[in-house]
């Protein structure tokens, strides 16, 4: 939900854009706070109101696939694809349903589905398809083939959505998958390899999805068995005690999902290709000596069980947002911006100093500061959050 | 080394061009004995400072080395009495005299000889004499203001050179009259000239910041001299001068601003300071410098042997003494004081008399007509009011001006004021009366911090501050307050806001101040006895050339502040704000304590990784305000249509408002490079445009009361979105409680599924509530304004954008807006029908109805016959009757003209009905006009309506035609998409594609248009509809291709040009067929931080010429642009000629209004200046034009991108067979 022109209310910025004589267009520029990690800064530049429409939610569906460059990698080794059905597998039923995403040369999938398992292959690469589907039919129908970007489900700016961008729904339908309840549990596990150069970004959609109840997390408590690089790693596991990686997402991260390492393996386990299917030379040699971890996120049965619902989980996410843009500032100094009750009365009533810092805080903390906030007496207002300035992520 | 045999030879070249018998009245010389005969001790020139450094260089470090420690002896006392004087500035004191400071625990003084040695010795014995002048001085100086004394008036100079001769001066003072030393000043060669290029060089990354730290700055002096604060300035400038990180920061024009100050107060001795450090950064006094240098004499009665070696070496520098007459502006008491110093030397002198306002005539061929005395004869329209009204009216307006702000009755239905009200109100009040002390105070502390900061060196805000009473501030920040939507305002723009509203208060006060507003009066009074209905004058002419016989005085037009300054002012303000506005916790919590909370709070939104800061009121105190429910609108000056016919418009930037400073041409904020260009236009090349807008601006309006009536009962009742009156917030789908109390989300017995989508359904309804509520906002405005109206007769001043479309300045009601918007307003002035006005109303009715868009002008009149049963139902029960009109296209200006109509059938001569009504004339697609006029394209002529023909062509079914037997062949060739498209093409699909395909749009942006389209449509399979799009929008071209072939040639052409003066590293500029110059606002970003406070605020502007310009803006802008410059022209003459005329005549960019009895008329003007505008060689013109700009430099056209340039502008695309003269005939060109 975009709101137009940023920050101002249509009747203002018409005026300020029709106004007579001495002035016209002034552009909209964003605060910068000082210490902003170096990773939220890359797109950090100024609002033209003329040009709303193309910022935001970004790239529409129709845009997605223009830009060739990705660079996609792929598990093409027979013992790597053994392993990870081991630890997949564990003591589990052999016969459950497992979502791969971007299989490729399908090495993985073949594994999975001599393990026993039921798989969909969800491939964003029309290259891979033939093969794939070739595979499934060799293994006897246990193995279903679409045309899908996983990490793209549910785009969030309205345009047409066509393949490989689809929606959870039109695809679970396809696919005969009925909804499970948070409590039950979930119908399928997923496994995949976050793409390297959206990382983050793809991390925001699923903590939003996932705290807002939409998107797969619609069907169930989806446990996610992601690889993504080590430094993201640490920073989804950091806290107090690692400052320097501590931030917004791993808050998130924490307070929603059980996280455990699988596993951890050099980069060179994989093959990159670019997007044509054509196999990379690796060059760059920082990302080559970069590990890769396995890292599987289960979200808690008992996450809304409190007063964090996906009803108003956008106002917590703006709260870890705010307070993580300057985060070596107290506590106190941003509770003023969040809520217009008494700063320190909040502080005694979490039991924190009042001159705790922000990353001094653990997640549970900040589970618990907005708890006491969305539970205090007054009636009239808890939070200075409105729909109005509404986090549009991504 | 080469460079200091060059020094020299250069040195030597200098002196021998020296008259042989200049007169070496030397200051120190006469002081010091005449020792050291023609060469001079403290040398004056780079050539004998070498020539020192041959001979004794030795010597002069001994001797210097002698003197620091005689000054330390000696200056026990000297500086023990400058820290009482500078007790703020304790490094100031040792930086006075860098001499002194270079410490020397050295030994003993060695035994001196020389004239070095002999001076020694007479400094000494003036030790005394300097003693008791400090006394003195410090005895003057405590009778000074408190914080003045704090400030720094010695400079510290970086030449070492500069200063002992600085210093020397000062202690000779006694002696030497400060006059003298300036003339020996005055003759120091600049001398870092060459130092400053290497380190201008050295700067260029940080150009634009450094850019931006000048104008900060030159705008603070400048602050600082219009408040009275001409010591702080100094002060700043000393401070600058002497840190070097920070010199370069300082312009001549700072120097200059600084010695006008002083000159006006006769201060010479600050002066001559100033001219030193003008010396000292290297700089070369210009004529404002020596204006100000001359002025103080005059004004000190100096003598004229000082005045005339003043005026020598000014004419050694080159500089004319006339043109300190005719190149400086100066006040009136300025010129005087200059006039007597310059007649002391010279008493014949006499300024050359001020240039005769000769009526410049404008030689355009396109205006000959306009401006002929002889030849067609002239009726320029007069008002329909008496001078007496006039008067009256001008008197209001200037009222209000003076007011700056005006209060408007809401039109919201009023409540009963029950207790709850009443309370409301009254707590209201007292708040308020609390905050205006709170505020008081506040602000009274952000001064005084200010002032500090200033005091500290900085330029900071406090001038600003002061330019304004405490009290008005409060008002202003109070207003704010007010206005500030619930929820809340993005901090930059606020700041912004109340920096403008602080300048345009300056403004006015000023003009108040300076007497202006008298004379202003005075011109007024007579201006009027051209247009009032009863007043005879000698000669009909036009408002401008009539205002510019009256001789008023152009008053000195006020600089903009930068943005920056606007935003740092606005910003401070908002803090105090923030600060100071607090209300007792019980309003918000009735159980909560009851100590104070914030009014306002600062919070942040996310919009992706950017980070806007907003500010946003206690949500409590909007409900106390939807509580009290005043029903005031509070709207400022400028914001309102005038009471009196706008000034008329005589340059860039005086006309319209009578008080508040307008532009004649409004761009980008903070772009001044438009400005520039007009400025240096000569005058009479503008006329065409400013008699253009002073026309437009002088068409009286008043509102349509019965339209107005019925709108407000809609709107007051449950709106009716249907009919564009909003509805209340009462009828928005509310949700029940919102989100601050999500109780309902908390339900425990809910799942989190069920929770979320909650959650969507809240959001769908906010989202709606919102935009609901702002539609409602906005048309409460228009309503209001259009309420405080009714019965009035109101003017909309007009001005234009960068490329001469002309818009009128009151945002909120006028008639550019919507429907609603322009059915509310009509004529004042009323004219009888004539034989021919009914039909014109009739057929006016019908185009609004928008339903025989394909039929003759005769078909549509007796459409409007058969249905008159229905109009005149609809003008006499509008709500209650059949509502044939709300089925129209523009409901409110059908039903405005339904009652026109059966006013005019019922009147006992219909002929003889006066009709206030305004008959519109529509260009079909004006810029596909444009193009195949341009490109004389037969097809594409004949398809927009250039070619007379029965009946009304249509473009967009052209084309959907041939874009159809495009696809017919394809179908047949068995293309898959082309076949899965039969029967999908119509005009509906084509047509916003082909209209915007005049302004540049894409294929890209195309397809999305197209792809828009198809979805709408139901029974079209959706799988396609991207190969679909794709295909037609490449048909579409294809197809405009054909028809308009001139038309696309001349497109890329403009396009390549574009591109390629882009590469070249200029942005594209051009000139009108009327003498419009533009240029396209299109730069590189460049971004803007302001730091500290509550938020560091970032703006970018994209305006910044010093930056590259934006190669894919300019090149993608220009064809638009320039298609845009010539419907403009051609508006502007229609315009001019209409009002020879005497027509009434206004536009809304291609669409024409006038009196339904003079339609005829012009008509018959618009098309015939549409074929003289085409018929100049508009497209040759252009490239003479560009060619002249931009490849007749030498530096540039060595590039590879030069000569391509060149070779593009002067292949012109070839054009068709069309003949032009056959529009005269076109019943349908606009109609």
């Known amino acids: 939900m975009w709101v137009p022109v940023a920050g101002l209310p249509p009747l203002l910025a018409l005026s300020a854009l029709t106004r007579g004589g001495r002035f016209c267009i002034l552009r909209f520029g964003a605060a910068r706070r000082k210490d902003v990690l170096a990773g939220n800064r890359r797109g950090l530049s100024d609002i033209h109101p003329q040009l709303l429409s193309n910022v935001g939610f970004g790239k529409s569906s129709s845009r997605v696939y223009r830009c060739r460059s990705e660079i996609k990698r792929y598990i093409t080794s027979p013992r790597l694809a053994e392993t990870l059905v081991q630890i997949l597998q564990g003591k589990g039923d052999a016969s459950q349903l497992i979502l791969e995403c971007n299989p490729g040369p399908g090495i993985l999938t073949q594994a999975l589905l001599e393990s026993g398992a039921k798989v969909i292959a969800l491939e964003s690469d029309k290259t891979f398809i033939p093969q794939l589907e070739s595979l499934g039919k060799n293994l006897g129908g246990k193995l279903e083939v679409v045309y899908c970007d996983f990490f793209k489900l549910d785009p969030r700016s309205r345009g047409i959505v066509t393949p490989p961008v689809m929606t959870s729904e039109t695809l679970f339908q396809n696919l005969g998958i009925e909804a499970l309840s948070w409590s039950k549990g979930s119908p399928f596990k997923v496994i995949g390899i976050l793409p390297t150069k959206s990382e983050r970004n793809t991390l925001w959609k699923i903590f939003h999805d996932l705290y807002s109840c939409t998107s797969i997390y619609k069907y169930g408590r989806i446990e996610l068995n992601l690889f993504i690089t080590e430094k993201e790693c640490q920073k989804l596991l950091a806290n107090p005690r690692t400052p320097n990686l501590y931030q917004a997402l791993s808050v998130l991260c924490q307070i929603a999902c059980g996280i455990k390492v699988l596993n951890k393996l050099p980069w060179s386990s994989f093959e990159t290709y670019t997007t044509n299917g054509q196999l990379e030379k690796q060059k760059h040699r920082e990302l080559v000596e970069q590990n890769m971890c396995l890292i599987q996120l289960t979200p808690h049965r008992d996450l809304f069980t409190g007063n964090l619902t996906p009803f108003n989980y956008d106002v917590f996410f703006h709260m870890l947002r705010q307070c993580f843009m300057k985060r070596n500032a107290k506590l106190v100094d941003h509770l003023h911006s969040l809520s217009p009750i008494d700063a320190l009365h909040i502080l005694k009533q979490i039991k924190k100093n009042k001159n705790v810092k922000v990353i001094d805080m653990y997640p549970q903390d900040f589970h618990c500061l907005f708890e006491t906030i969305e539970c205090s007496e007054e009636d009239t207002c808890k939070w200075l959050y409105d729909d109005f300035m509404e986090d549009v992520i991504l | ?1231």
């Open chain 2, 1 to 1231: 080394m080469s460079a200091l045999g060059w020094g020299r030879r250069a040195a030597g070249l200098g002196r021998a061009l020296w008259p042989a018998g200049r007169p070496r009245v030397l200051a120190e010389e006469e002081a010091f004995g005449g020792v050291g005969g023609h060469r001079r001790s403290s040398s004056a020139s780079p050539c004998e400072q070498d020539r020192r450094k041959d001979w004794g260089h030795a010597e002069l470090l001994e001797v210097l080395q002698a003197r620091v420690r005689q000054l330390q002896a000696e200056g026990v006392s000297e500086v023990t009495v400058k820290r009482v004087v500078v007790a703020r500035a304790p490094e100031a004191s040792s930086a006075q005299s860098p001499g002194k400071a270079r410490a020397g625990a050295e030994g003993a003084a060695p035994k001196l000889s020389g004239r070095w040695a002999q001076k020694l010795d007479k400094e000494q014995r003036l030790m005394q004499k300097r003693k008791q002048r400090l006394e003195g001085r410090l005895q003057k100086r405590e009778r000074t203001l408190a914080w003045q004394r704090q400030l720094r008036v010695e400079p510290r100079l970086l030449s070492g050179r500069l200063a002992n001769q600085l210093q020397r001066w000062e202690q000779g003072a006694a002696r030497s009259p400060w006059e003298e030393q300036l003339a020996r000043l005055l003759q120091e060669a600049p001398q870092r000239l060459s130092g400053d290029a290497a380190k201008a060089s050295a700067v260029r990354g940080s150009d634009v910041r450094l850019e931006g730290q000048r104008q900060r700055l030159l705008s603070f002096f400048e602050c600082c001299l219009l408040t009275g604060h001409l010591p702080l300035a100094h002060h700043v400038l000393v401070t600058h001068h002497s840190r070097s990180r920070q010199q370069r920061l300082l312009t001549l024009a700072m120097y200059n601003m600084v010695m006008r100050g002083w000159a006006r107060e006769g201060s010479f001795k600050e002066l001559v300071y100033v001219f030193f450090m003008v010396k000292d950064a290297g700089l070369a006094p210009d004529l404002l410098s020596y204006a100000a240098v001359l002025q103080c004499m005059g004004r000190l009665d100096q003598d004229a042997s000082t005045v005339r070696r003043c005026l020598k070496q000014m004419a050694q520098d080159g500089l004319q003494l006339q043109g300190l007459f005719t190149a400086v502006p100066l006040g009136e008491g300025e010129r005087a004081e200059l006039l007597r110093a310059v007649r002391k030397a010279e008493p014949t002198f006499s300024p050359p008399p001020p240039p005769p306002p000769t009526p410049q005539l404008n030689t355009s061929p396109l205006l000959r007509e306009v401006y002929a005395k002889q030849g067609c004869p002239v009726s320029y329209p007069r008002l329909h009011l008496p001078l007496k009204k006039l008067q009256d009216l001008f008197q209001q307006q200037l009222r209000v001006e003076l007011a700056t702000t005006v209060t408007v009755q809401s039109v919201e239905k009023a409540q009963p004021p029950t207790e709850e009200v009443l309370h409301a109100r009254k707590t209201l009040a007292d708040l308020r009366a609390t905050w205006e002390t709170a505020l008081y105070q506040e602000l009274q502390e952000t001064k005084a911090s200010e002032a500090r900061a200033a005091r500290e060196g900085r330029p900071s805000l406090f001038p600003y501050l002061c330019l304004l009473s405490e009290r008005e501030f409060v008002g202003l920040l109070l207003q704010t307050l007010q206005a500030l939507p619930a929820q809340g305002e993005s901090l930059l723009f606020l700041a912004h806001e109340l920096g403008l509203r602080v300048f345009n208060r300056h403004i006015v006060q000023r003009k108040q101040l300076s007497k202006q507003v008298q004379v202003l009066e005075q011109h007024y009074i007579k201006y009027l006895h051209l247009l009032a209905s009863d007043t005879q004058v000698a000669e009909r002419c036009l408002p401008r050339q009539w205002w510019e016989a009256l001789g008023m005085p152009e008053a000195p037009h006020e600089q903009p502040w930068p943005v920056s300054v606007l935003v740092q002012l606005g910003k401070q303000l908002a803090e105090v704000l923030v600060q100071a506005v607090q209300m007792p916790g019980s309003l918000a919590a009735p159980r909560g304590p009851g100590s104070l909370i914030p009014v306002l709070y600062h919070v942040y939104s996310f919009r992706s990784f950017r980070q806007i800061g907003i500010l946003k009121p206690h949500p409590a105190f909007t409900q106390l305000l939807e509580a009290a429910a005043e029903r005031t609108l509070t709207f400022e000056s400028t914001e309102v249509p005038m009471l009196c016919p706008p000034l008329p418009w005589t340059s860039p930037h005086s006309g319209a408002f009578l008080l508040s400073p307008t532009k004649m041409m409004r761009s980008v904020e903070g772009t001044q490079q438009h400005q520039l260009l007009l400025e240096r236009c000569p005058p009479a090349q503008l006329h065409g445009a400013l008699d253009a807008l002073t026309q437009l601006g002088n068409c009286a309006w008043r509102v349509n009361g019965r339209v107005l009536d019925l709108v407000l009962e809609l709107f007051t009742d449950k709106g009716c979105p249907r009919l564009g009156v909003p509805a209340p917030p009462s009828e928005a789908p509310r949700p029940p409680q919102g989100r601050q109390t999500p109780k309902s989300g908390l339900l425990p017995d809910l799942s989190p599924a069920d929770k979320a989508e909650m959650r969507r359904e809240l959001a769908r309804r906010l989202k709606v509530a919102r935009e609901m509520q702002s539609l409602r906002a906005d048309a409460l405005c228009r309503l209001s304004l259009a309420q405080h109206l009714r019965h009035r007769v109101f003017w909309l001043p007009h001005n234009m954008d960068f490329r001469g479309r002309t818009y009128p300045c009151p945002p909120h009601f006028n008639h550019l807006g919507s429907d609603l918007a322009r059915a509310l307003l009509e004529f004042a002035q009323g004219r009888p029908l004539g034989p021919h006005g009914l039909d014109w109303l009739k057929i006016h009715l019908v185009n609004l109805t928008g339903l025989k868009k394909r039929e003759s002008l005769q078909a549509r009149r007796d459409f409007a016959d058969q249905l008159m049963e229905d109009i005149l139902d609809s003008a006499d029960q509008p709500m209650t009757g059949r509502r044939w009109w709300m089925e129209a296209d523009e409901p409110w200006q059908a039903l405005a003209c339904c009652m026109e109509i059966a006013r005019a059938t019922r009147a006992p001569d219909p002929a003889a009905y006066i009709s206030h009504f305004p008959v519109h004339q529509d260009g079909s697609c004006n810029g596909l006009q444009h193009y195949a006029a341009l490109g004389r394209d037969s097809v594409g002529a004949a398809s927009v309506n250039l070619l007379p023909s029965d009946l009304p062509q249509d473009v967009y079914s052209g084309v959907a035609a041939q874009v159809e037997v495009f696809r017919r062949q394809d179908a047949e060739q068995g293309v898959h998409v082309a076949q899965v498209l039969e029967g999908f093409i119509s005009r509906k699909v084509v047509k916003q594609t082909v209209m915007t395909v005049v302004y540049g749009v894409t294929r890209y942006g195309g397809r999305l248009q197209i792809e828009k389209r198809l979805r709408e449509l139901h029974n079209f399979p959706q799988e396609f509809l991207w190969e679909a799009s794709h295909y037609l929008v490449r048909q579409v071209f294809n197809s405009l291709q054909e028809m308009f072939s001139g038309t696309r040639s001349i497109q890329r052409w403009l396009t390549e040009s574009a591109r390629l003066i882009s590469h070249t590293g200029s942005a594209v500029e051009w000139v009108t067929p009327l003498g419009i110059p533009v240029i396209q606002p299109y730069h590189r970003d460049s971004k803007v931080m302001i730091k500290g406070g509550i938020q560091s605020l970032t703006f970018s502007s994209s305006g910044d010429t010093s930056q590259k310009p934006n190669t894919l803006k300019q090149k993608n802008g220009f064809p638009p642009n320039f298609i845009h410059s010539l419907d403009s022209s051609h508006m502007m003459l229609t315009a001019l000629h209409c009002y020879r005329k005497g027509l009434t005549f206004v536009s809304v960019h291609d669409c024409f209004w006038t009196h339904a009895a003079d339609v005829a008329v012009m008509n018959q003007v618009c098309r015939e200046q549409f074929v003289r505008l085409h018929s100049q060689p508009i497209l040759h013109d252009l490239s003479r034009f560009l060619v002249k700009r931009f490849c007749s430099d030498s530096r540039v056209s060595k590039s590879v991108w030069a000569s391509r340039l060149l070779d593009t502008l002067l292949s012109v695309p070839k054009t068709g067979a069309f003949d032009l003269e056959q529009v005269k005939r076109s019943t349908y060109f606009f109609s």
